[in-house]
């Protein structure tokens, strides 16, 4: 698709992007770092505990929680994040969570490295696709790619018993 920047102002142009990005991309990110949420959720809740927020994630990324936490609550018409704090830090937190813990995840998943570089790669083409930028083919790929590893290790998850696959 041609980059809609480079010719005059088409709403009709600028609509048929937002389309496409919205459908495609926007979904499978969506997808994906819920997927990430309840799948380090049910690992670490069921090998560490209920209280496996405190006990694993770094200080900073709590501190991060809070504060998105706090601004939620300052602003009371905005819709609250979720029950818990693992709704308030962003994609790249969700990946330090994993590397700080992926010793916990080798046996349900022995790629988690795979999901962390996968994160990497995609944490510019999802601010990209968060303003409605441009995405490369590239940034297609880190996306897509990103989106059935997450899909891969959900479906792991799912058939690991004895975890409950579980929104936190």
Do not use: K, L
């Given at each position: 698709m041609a980059d809609y920047r480079d010719t005059a102002f088409n709403l009709r142009m600028l609509k048929s992007y937002a389309r496409v990005i919205g459908k495609d991309y926007y979904t499978k990110l969506y997808v994906s770092e819920n997927i990430l949420r309840a799948t380090i959720h049910s690992v670490l809740r069921f090998q560490v505990g209920p209280d496996w927020w405190n006990q694993t994630v770094d200080p900073g990324i709590r501190g991060t929680a809070n504060l998105v936490r706090n601004r939620y609550i300052m602003a009371p018409t905005t819709r609250n994040p979720g029950r818990h704090d693992i709704y308030c830090v962003y994609l790249s937190n969700l990946g330090k969570i994993l590397f700080d813990t992926k010793g916990y995840f080798y046996h349900v998943f022995p790629n988690i490295e795979k999901v962390i570089i996968a994160i990497e790669k995609v944490q510019l083409p999802r601010n990209l696709t968060g303003h409605m930028n441009i995405l490369t083919?590239?940034?297609k790929?880190?996306?897509t790619n990103f989106y059935k590893l997450c899909l891969d290790l959900a479906k792991k998850l799912d058939r690991t018993p004895?975890?409950?696959?579980?929104?936190p």
């Open positions: 083919a590239n940034d790929r880190y996306v004895p975890y409950i696959f579980e929104y």
